[in-house]
């Protein structure tokens, strides 16, 4: 999800962009669940909060979101290759 709206964004630029913005929000996000102040832990603590910040820092999540971003960039090129022949950009 997260490569895919950074590529939304940049649709006119090469993809690598849209990768590494990619790692950096998914690592940035996951990295920040180490630093526990009541402030945070309290946004945290709301749905909308839960859901953007998380909760916890987990590797397995560092090891989700790359996997995710792989798939999504593999997705996205082939879908580039039969896409763009039927229109020319």
């Not at 792989?70 to 879908?79: G, Q, S, Y």
Request: proline share 2%; net charge positive.
């Amino acid at each position: 999800m997260v490569y895919f709206g950074f590529r939304l964004l940049l649709v006119r630029k090469n993809i690598l962009p849209a990768i590494v913005l990619s790692f950096l929000f998914s690592f940035g996000i996951e990295f920040s669940q180490l630093y526990q102040e009541d402030w945070i832990n309290q946004i945290r603590g709301t749905l909308l909060g839960a859901l953007v910040l998380g909760k916890g820092f987990l590797v397995e999540d560092l090891v989700r979101s790359t996997a995710g971003i792989i798939i999504a960039t593999v997705l996205d090129k082939v879908a580039l290759k039969i896409v763009i022949p039927y229109f020319k950009l």
